[in-house]
Nanobody, 126 residues
Framework: QVQLVESGGGLVQPGGSLRLSCIPSGRTFSTYSMGWFRQAPGKERSFVAA????????YYADSVKGRFTVSRDSAKNTVYLQMNNLKPEDTAVYYC???????????????????WGQGTQVTVSS
């Protein structure tokens, strides 16, 4: 069993930056494809970014492309979501998720992910 814990959320002004971290407990997840999703108030959870098992491929939602960067530090067993030039519409609870270890490829689909964190709140407001 893999448990994921997100951190790094908070309140930031428009144009600011935050870096979210996702750390596992239990098994190492350096061999998992990972994703970030978010859920804004009154909306369904949606895809933000993902990184493949080998770290060679990343993919982003159009709304965050060029502003957000997903990365993995295998030595620290941590996946990051660097968020720059934040906008009020980025306000949401952010979740990290891991695919089953048998899947090498990243996915943008929520139901392809097996393990989920509890979420961290990001609020962008002046």
């Amino acid at each position: 069993q893999v448990q994921l814990v997100e951190s790094g959320g908070g309140l930031v002004q428009p144009g600011g930056s935050l870096r979210l971290s996702c750390i596992p407990s239990g098994r190492t997840f350096s061999t998992y494809s990972m994703g970030w999703f978010r859920q804004a108030p009154g909306k369904e959870r949606s895809f933000v970014a993902a990184i493949s098992k080998s770290n060679t491929t990343t993919y982003y939602a159009d709304s965050v492309k060029g502003r957000f960067t997903v990365s993995r530090d295998s030595a620290k067993n941590t996946v990051y979501l660097q968020m720059n030039n934040l906008k009020p519409e980025d306000t949401a609870v952010y979740y990290c998720a891991a695919r089953d270890q048998f899947y090498s490829y990243l996915s943008i689909y929520e139901n392809h992910y097996l393990y989920w964190g509890q979420g961290t709140q990001v609020t962008v407001s002046s």
